[in-house]
């Protein structure tokens, strides 16, 4: 895409899903389910925890440590994870 306008709307708006072997997309019954975001990049990616958080409740989680990040992670049902690359 060569307009630069068009292009960060389309990566804003962009999704992948890498893998859905067991269904578990879409997710059912929202309300019953513990979904942690955890953003991995150089970018924030609020614009996408915005979206989330549009639908259902969303914990953003964060640690400096795997270990520390799996111990934080361990009592969700789903954790999605956005990696967000800067323009700059």
């Known amino acids: 895409v060569r307009d630069d306008a068009l292009y ?3 990566m804003e708006n962009a ?3 890498i893998r859905n072997n067991k269904g578990m ?8 389910q513990r979904i942690a975001y955890v953003q991995l990049g150089d970018d924030d990616g609020t614009a ?3 979206q989330l958080k549009k639908y259902t409740k969303v914990d953003h989680i964060s640690a400096e440590k795997l270990p520390d990040l ?3 992670l361990k009592d969700y049902n789903y954790v999605i994870i956005g990696f967000h ?4």
């Not at 997309?25 to 019953?32: E, G, M, Q, R």
């Not at 690359?85 to 700059?88: F, H, R, Y």
């Open 8 to 10: 960060e709307k389309l």
């Open 15 to 17: 999704m992948t899903l």
């Open 25 to 32: 997309v879409p997710i059912k019954h929202l309300n019953k």
């Open 48 to 50: 996408f925890l915005q």
């Open 70 to 72: 799996l111990y934080k």
């Open 85 to 88: 690359k800067s323009n700059e």
